[in-house]
């Protein structure tokens, strides 16, 4: 025990003694996340032509509901889907699937929407010719579910497009509801026809899981994102950490220590842990008391601090074991800081950080499940955005844990084989 707390402080005093390095470690993350949550808030940005899922529910089975239905999955952006893993659909089940992230859209077509209309066309043209119409047959509203995870920008662009082909579809169906009523009534001269505007009512809404209670804005989305950036490019200043060592032959004046190799890793391992918890703390109070007064929402934590606490520890231990096993393979300081860099920016962007994963090329959506940003992404979308538990993030937490296992195993292997050498 005496031993590592020696090495933990010999690591905490070089981690002190790089204060530039270490204030651009805090300071850089935190303006990155205002000023891309600022942003994000009031831009819309054009999504891609890239097919979007779409689960549709058309409980209605008449006119409109089937013209709505053929039109969405004509219209070229959307892959429709109206069963779920092969069985049929309750708006229930549809908004699970949506809020799971398995769609992006899900929309349902109550019953007698089509009958609803036809009514009410018939009593304006009756009342055009003085007649009596008939009582008005109530509809529901159609219903549009949004995965919790689209962040606003797409969100809106999504919407404006099923808006536009629900107006179209509305102005050709009631215009031909229009001329079929007038054709059943004496043809003589009749005053204008009052057709009442948007018969068909969209309202939209976030899919949400049983017990969801959270409502997704641009603040619970980018935190979390940009707050996986900011853990995984401590593998910059971890890897230098260790090639310094290495260079200044202060290593190997450990070696000659009576104690294990492994256990100079887990002494470094824990100092850069409680460097990346800090990090991830100060982005979760920002979001929670500095946004809010620049005019945004206030980040919610959901409901399970221990989901959020088993993520943070699993991202920063991931982004630990990268750090490390760089520090490891790289000859020197420059190659580990430009590989770094760039290997986490890469990871970043194929990820999902900037760019939402359901936008990006088949082959590239293939590609981001391969990135450690990704796995701890999704798991801190689970707690920020679908307010799920430690049920939610287990998938994600042991991926992120077996990665970092996986970069101390070559750590370790190549550690031995240049002391060999």
């Known amino acids: ?34 000023l891309m949550a600022y942003l994000q808030d009031s ?17 209605d089975r008449d006119s409109l509901g089937d013209a709505i239905e053929r039109s969405v999955s004509q219209a070229g952006i959307f892959e429709v889907d109206s069963l779920e893993n092969g069985q049929p659909l309750t708006i229930e089940s549809l908004e699970r699937a949506v809020a799971r992230g398995d769609y992006q859209i899900g929309i349902v077509i109550p019953q007698n929407t089509t009958e609803s209309i036809r009514s009410r066309v018939r009593q304006s043209v009756m009342g055009a010719f003085g007649g009596e119409a008939d009582t008005i047959i109530s509809s529901d509203s159609i219903s549009i579910f949004v995965d919790p995870t689209t962040k606003n920008s797409f969100k809106s662009t999504i919407l404006s497009s099923i808006r536009e082909y629900a107006a179209s579809l509305q102005t050709d169906f009631v215009l031909r509801e229009v001329v079929l009523e007038v054709n059943t009534v004496v043809p003589v001269p009749i005053g204008d026809i009052d057709i009442p505007k948007d018969m068909v009512l969209l309202k939209e809404q976030y899919a949400r899981l049983d017990q969801g209670r959270i409502i997704p804005n641009s603040v619970q989305h980018n935190v979390p994102a940009w707050g996986m950036f900011a853990v995984f490019f401590i593998v910059i200043s971890l890897a230098g950490n260790i090639i310094k060592e290495r260079e200044d032959g202060s290593f190997t004046r450990l070696l000659t220590m009576p104690c294990p190799s492994w256990l100079y890793l887990v002494a470094k391992a824990i100092v850069y842990l409680v460097v990346c918890l800090l990090q991830l703390t100060l982005m979760f109070l920002m979001g929670i008391y500095v946004l809010p007064r620049l005019g945004l929402p206030s980040l919610a934590l959901g409901q399970s601090i221990s989901a959020l606490v088993l993520m943070s520890i699993s991202a920063s231990l991931a982004a630990i074991g ?31 950080v900037w760019i939402p994963v359901f936008v990006m090329p088949e082959v590239m959506q293939i590609v981001s499940h391969i990135s450690p940003l990704n796995w701890g992404l999704s798991g801190f979308y689970d707690i920020f955005v679908r307010d799920g538990g430690l049920e939610s993030v287990w998938p994600e937490s042991c991926t992120l844990l077996l990665f970092a296992a996986l970069c101390l195993g070559v750590a370790l292997y190549y550690g031995r084989r240049k002391s060999i050498r």
Do not use: C, W
Not at 8 to 31: Q, S
Not at 48 to 59: A, D, G, V
């Open 1 to 34: 025990m005496r031993k590592l707390k020696a090495l933990i402080y010999k690591d905490t005093l070089l981690l002190l003694r790089d204060f530039p390095g270490l204030a651009m470690m805090f300071l850089m993350p935190l303006a990155l996340v205002v």
């Open 43 to 59: 831009t819309f940005n054009s999504i891609n032509e890239h097919k979007i899922p779409l689960l549709i529910l058309n409980q």
């Open 322 to 352: 990268y750090g490390i096993a760089i520090g490891k393979v790289a000859t020197s300081n420059q190659q580990a800081s430009v590989f770094g860099a760039i290997s986490v920016v890469i990871m970043a962007a194929v990820g999902g």
